[in-house]
């Protein structure tokens, strides 16, 4: 095992709540609140019913665990991989932007059914999450850009992410949370491929990361041993899947970073590589005082990575497919100002402003914003007018990011739209799971959430 | 979609017990039986209880599928992991040598728990594991000895084996197929990093690639979609985990080339890579009538395969270890003349002649066998006696392949002793058990099998 797993681990078993900064924890407390709207937000969509169906077949039929959208009970592994599935539904869940990994949706499905189950706290749960947090982040930033080509992060990483914080919610020990990699790491999969036929392994994915890293954490915690060095070995994850794995980020500035507050959360309801190009025309469009109508064509200046998982969407066939075609984006914000839940599901496939504005949309590769990531997701963009004037946009931190994140106030607000939006719960409904979720930290008993 | 893919999807969809072969039919009922074995051979043996205690603390109380090592019941889902888990453990399931897949131990478990839930006949079983075996057998081919250097292709390979099994009881038509290798493929994990500590991912693998195939097949009759060509896509299983896949493999010969009947049964309950050295060795020591005092040194040419594999392990700590440590191996055959479950457990560690014998034996790297692998496996030894002689001995077909396959009376006395091993049953019981298996084609629940 090298120094730098090594010392991972020791981080991760050493991790204490009491070491953790307030601002760690009312950001994990945010965090907890913006997955709880995502997940309740995808209830009644395809795929999720599927998930639940197959928690009713292989599951016990009521447990101590809750499958949030539906309100049913079941043991720790299916709620995890129902509720795992259902927060990345509606693409409104949090992101690290130099490890390109949803957290949220991984992390907390796994350490809050294990938390129902082991009948942990509030505050058991927040450190738990922290160090699925700070592992999972460091070993997305480890793996690299080659290896975000062709596999979906938060589907392999997130095995190890969810993992990590069940195994803290069980209090490991290092040589526990050696094994717990290990097992976890040797479960690792998802392939982007599915992107291209708009298929539903999306859901899928961030289901199985969850369920199968809180299996692995389980397994640990019974005896099961696992490779010791299955990050960096000659066999392992970054042999394998990876061609510019750097071990370095995987002990970085543990216990000074904390990489949990560096994760952004989704204003528009697209994929976040989007995100940039969104708000620098908006930007535009309101310094510039344009219209839709105003705007002969768009040149969007993006890294790379943009142009992988968006470049196969041509004409979107599916409201999820519309979330990753940058010209659709691009659309509704010119049409709209904005692009939320509502604006995809009535507009972005019917309207024909939106598919119009979307044949004006070019995406170009550019070497500074290509640089600059994935530490930073810069937004440029260059826009011709009818009336022939080019004029030019940028933004260096969207909406959500780090330096410009959302108040309270603004992720009250997003969380009572998206239980608006799938009427999960009432208005009032949604105030009270406010109020619990801003006293996470006290909470004793974690089944109050379901 | 490619042609080859499309035509293996069509060749599944299509595939009748009707036009089976007799040789085929009668042979799935021997690995079958052979699986049985293997997987009954483990009962009470580390790791299995731990997976036993989680299937029982996740799953339901009791179900329509059974748990071999202890009897009870549980949904199929569970009943695929265990049973899965067990069946790898001794290392006696079969081989299949050109794709390097242990097929039975991920497509046994999965189908055979899927039947029992959905209440099929051992003739749709046979139709079903077939179907199992052609396509897994393909896909390890498809994905080359690349991927078999970092990834355990029983573990990635065996859980698309395992979904087409179950895909195939459930009478999936070339749709669901394609959408299936989709959901599959996207969920290929095992990593060979854990070999290097002797830890129990081996175990763990087979589980989840039984476990998550079967997972894929009901989840895909209930509409989940899956990507279209997770085989040969950009952004799909070869793109991300090979750099030699040949997709020609994939429509190899369907419907006229029955790969099921080229696997290998193990007689030496030692990692395949020993065998054609420990036959080999066998050949020469009856041949040249010496004892293990008479050789000073044995050097075996090998695959690189076989090196990537057995060359980790110097000194074996554990019994799994010493199945994986080409000495020992050898040290058993020339002092005991065998290498089955008794000599492991009894000798392989504690014998001061197997350590010594040990010593003696170095691997090489040669030309021609590494050439002729994976489709042939060529056993070569080289010894130096103690009165000075330099001997050579070779063998072309490892006992067990399929030109020097094991017979029914052969078979029956493995699984006799297997079960003798664990104690798992009676010897009684084994030959009850023995007729079912022999009679699987007429057997119409397979309940009986518990």
Redesign the interface.
């Given at each position: 095992m090298s120094q730098h797993t090594q010392a991972l681990t020791e981080f991760l078993a050493g991790l204490r709540y009491e070491q953790l900064p307030e601002a760690v924890i009312s950001r994990t407390e945010d965090l907890f609140l913006d997955w709880l709207g995502s997940a309740l937000a995808s209830q009644g969509a395809?795929?999720i019913p599927?998930?639940e169906?197959?928690a009713a077949?292989?599951?016990?039929?009521t447990g101590p665990a809750h499958i949030l959208v539906n309100g049913q009970s079941s043991?720790?592994?299916?709620a995890a991989l129902v509720n795992g599935a259902s927060s990345h539904l509606v693409e409104q869940d949090d992101l690290h932007n130099s490890s390109v990994l949803h957290p949220a949706t991984v992390v907390f499905p796994a350490v809050l059914a294990a938390a129902q189950d082991l009948g942990k706290s509030g505050r058991e749960l927040i450190v738990a999450a922290v160090a699925g947090y700070e592992a999972g982040i460091r070993i997305g930033e480890f793996l690299g850009r080659s290896h975000y080509?062709?596999?979906h992060t938060t589907?392999t990483v997130g095995t190890l992410a969810a993992a990590v914080s069940v195994g803290k919610l069980m209090n490991f020990n290092q040589e526990q949370f050696t094994?717990l990699l290990?097992?976890a790491?040797?479960?690792?999969?998802?392939?982007?491929?599915?992107?291209?036929?708009?298929?539903?392994?999306k859901q899928?994915?961030t289901a199985?990361a969850a369920a199968?890293g809180l299996?692995a954490a389980?397994?640990t915690a019974?005896?099961?041993?696992?490779?010791?060095?299955?990050l960096e070995?000659?066999?392992?994850?970054a042999?394998?899947?990876s061609s510019d794995a750097n071990p370095a980020w995987l002990s970085d500035r543990l216990g000074s970073r904390w990489a949990l507050i560096e994760t952004s959360f989704k204003f528009h309801a697209s994929c976040r590589h989007t995100h940039p190009a969104a708000d620098a025309l908006l930007a535009l469009m309101q310094r510039e005082n344009l219209s839709a109508d105003d705007i002969a064509s768009v040149t969007t200046r993006v890294h790379q990575g943009g142009i992988d998982v968006l470049g196969r969407v041509v004409v979107p066939q599916t409201v999820h497919q519309a979330k990753f075609s940058m010209g659709t984006v691009l659309g509704l914000i010119a049409v709209y100002g904005k692009a939320g839940l509502p604006e995809f599901h009535q507009h972005s496939l019917t309207d024909p402003r939106i598919g119009a504005f979307r044949e004006k949309v070019r995406m170009a590769l550019d070497e500074e914003v290509d640089s600059a990531y994935p530490q930073r997701w810069l937004g440029r963009v260059k826009v011709t007018t009818v009336d022939g004037r080019t004029l030019s946009g940028s933004i260096d931190e969207p909406k959500g990011d780090p330096g410009n994140t959302l108040s309270r106030a603004e992720l009250e607000d997003k969380f009572r739209r998206l239980l608006a939006f799938s009427g999960a719960r009432s208005d009032d409904e949604a105030g009270v799971l406010i109020d619990k979720c801003w006293r996470l930290r006290q909470l004793m008993d974690l089944s109050e959430l379901a």
């Open positions: 395809h795929p599927l998930f169906r197959y077949m292989m599951g016990p039929a043991s720790a592994y299916f080509r062709i596999f589907a094994n290990g097992s790491g040797t479960q690792a999969a998802g392939l982007w491929e599915f992107l291209r036929d708009a298929a539903d392994s899928l994915h199985k199968d299996l389980y397994m019974e005896g099961l041993s696992g490779a010791k060095n299955i070995g000659e066999q392992g994850m042999a394998g899947m």
